[in-house]
């Protein structure tokens, strides 16, 4: 699950969904390096991508999703070949995924269930003082 907002300015999360639900994972790339004061120091970044179908309609980007068979390949630490990873890095198959409205309990750290990720209806926004 992919949890994201609308980029339209509205606060409405949205979850995403890979194979009904199934668990899946995002490319992305891991260093680890010492500072002037020999300090280890850790940093990660999830890879993106232009959006597909599914995506476009809530943002502009898209964390690139992997599939089972390239796990092996995309956590090889010996990978050179920059073509043979390049080809992963593209907009996951739009039929394959589905996005829904969520409710703003996932907004709160303390909210950890599943109602917050159960589907919602989208509060339909006020355009007008008189309605």
Not at 103 to 114: F, G, L
């Amino acid at each position: 699950m992919i949890v994201g907002t609308s980029p339209s300015g509205s606060k409405q999360p949205f979850c995403f969904e890979v194979n009904e639900g199934e668990l899946f994972a995002f490319a992305g790339l891991w260093e680890g390096w010492r500072d002037a004061n020999g300090i280890w120091l850790k940093s990660c970044t999830i890879l993106t991508t232009t959006p597909n179908a599914v995506t476009s309609a809530v943002h502009d980007r898209m964390p690139v999703i992997l599939t089972p068979d390239v796990y092996d390949l995309s956590l090889d630490p010996g990978m050179k070949n920059v073509e043979g990873v390049s080809g992963l890095l593209k907009p996951y198959d739009a039929h394959l995924m589905r996005c829904y409205p969520i409710s703003n309990r996932i907004n709160y750290v303390a909210n950890d269930d599943e109602e917050c990720s159960r589907p919602v209806e989208i509060a339909q926004a006020q355009t007008s003082l008189f309605i």
